[in-house]
């Protein structure tokens, strides 16, 4: 294993990227290569072994990855468990192999193979490609359809998505892609995860769903409200209207109520405030609670049932809200505005929503977003809104 570490020192991220992707795709692998926020640690982990886990055993899980869809998430788990697990660490402005965790040892040896260029050609293209125009009108039917739902006293707050197609360039890069991402979302989780039955998926989310630190702590966060970013500003000088101001005041009192619902009343409550994830604005509360203190060791999975899909994503109420975008939305949501992440690496679990993400195909790539409706919404500014947040990612190819 020291031999091999030693000799991974002169494997940089591109080059691992597009080696481990190659050999996942064309042996059946499940692959996630992440980096947490604020981190200069980039891990990649890959199993043959993916299989569906259950929510309820994540605490028992061995280390690994889950990736959840929006819909139905409890019942589509995916779980890699960590065979390999790998980190590049942040040198010299270059992502280069520091540690094999734990060994896999044909798709160790692969990594030192003659590098390739990544098999985009192998993943299918998408089944339909609308217009730009038609995903615009529809969107906009879409929003007004959500506001009279909203005037009719049904919802108070819904959150409508689309998918938007681009083609790639002929020159796209995945491993560029990712590099680009790290360094432009230094506070977002960066992701590429590849599974035979999803396809691959990349992104960089700012969300945080659920963490849980040495089995400790426990952090969640309400996030919403969304405006370009002003590189001319200091943070605490953002200032907010007051649709904003109320609908992420709706996602804080619904994780409040979640909390309430298993009678959690210790917790640490710091926000709202200004956060920057790549070319957007938003509004955050964090939420911390002492796991240790109020006895609690389960509180992550039990939160994660209670918390998914959060107002954030959904709605309020939540299971009407989530009916009607079932019945409603034109779009299957697949992964985006699921949950993902590292489960039990380093005794930490990070689970993140599925913000600011994409499909890769053959030859295009398809971004999603959302935008939270309230009575107050506007629908040509929520579609702008979906455009900006698309944007976050298609500025990047
Ligand atoms: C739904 C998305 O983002 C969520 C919705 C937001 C909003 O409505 O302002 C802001 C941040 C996220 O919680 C998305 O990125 O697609």
Known sequence: MEQKAELGKDLEIDRIIHL???????????????????????????????QIAD????????????????????????????????????????????????GEEELEGYLFDEPKKVLLEELPSPSTL??????????????????????????????????????????????????????????????????????LWIGATPETLIEV?????????????????????????????????????LVSRYIINCLKKIRVREFEEEGPKTIRSGN????????????????????GQVMLELLHPTSAVCGMPKDETEQFILDHEPINRKLFAGFMGPVNIDGNTNIFVNL??????????????????????????EFEETELKCQSILRHL
């Not at 499940?30 to 990649?44: D, N, Q």
């Not at 028992?60 to 590049?88: E, M, R, V, W």
């Not at 919403?224 to 007051?242: C, F, M, P, S, Y």
């Open 213 to 249: 630190d040495n089995r400790e702590t426990f952090k969640t966060m309400s996030l919403a409200g969304t405006q370009k970013a002003q590189e001319d500003i200091e943070l605490k000088n953002v200032l907010w209207r007051t649709k904003e101001i109320e609908e992420q005041a």
């Open 130 to 199: 609308i217009s730009q125009e038609k995903d615009k009108t529809q969107y906009i039917e879409y929003v007004n359809q959500c506001i009279e739902e909203i005037k009719d006293g049904r919802f108070k707050k819904v959150v409508p998505s689309r998918a938007k197609y681009t083609s790639l360039p002929d020159n796209f890069d995945i491993a560029d892609l990712y590099c680009r991402l790290e360094s432009s979302f230094p506070n977002g989780m960066i992701n590429l995860i590849y599974l035979p039955t999803e396809g």
């Open 55 to 102: 929510h309820n055993n994540l605490n028992q899980l061995k280390p690994g990855y889950i990736s959840a869809p929006f819909y139905d998430a409890f019942d589509n788990l995916k779980y890699i468990p960590a065979d390999l697990h790998l980190t590049c660490e942040l040198k010299n402005d270059k992502f280069t192999l520091n540690n094999i965790i734990s």
């Open 356 to 381: 600011r993400c994409a499909k890769i195909y053959k030859k295009h790539i398809l971004t999603y977003a959302g935008a939270g409706v309230t009575i107050d919404s506007d629908p040509e500014k």
């Open 20 to 50: 481990s992707l190659n050999y996942c795709i064309e042996n059946n692998y499940g692959l996630a290569v992440y980096r947490l926020p604020a981190s200069k640690t980039i891990h990649l982990i890959a199993s043959k072994h993916h």
């Open 280 to 299: 957007l604005f938003h509004l955050m509360t964090g939420f911390k609670i002492d796991m240790e203190k109020i006895n609690f060791p389960e509180l």
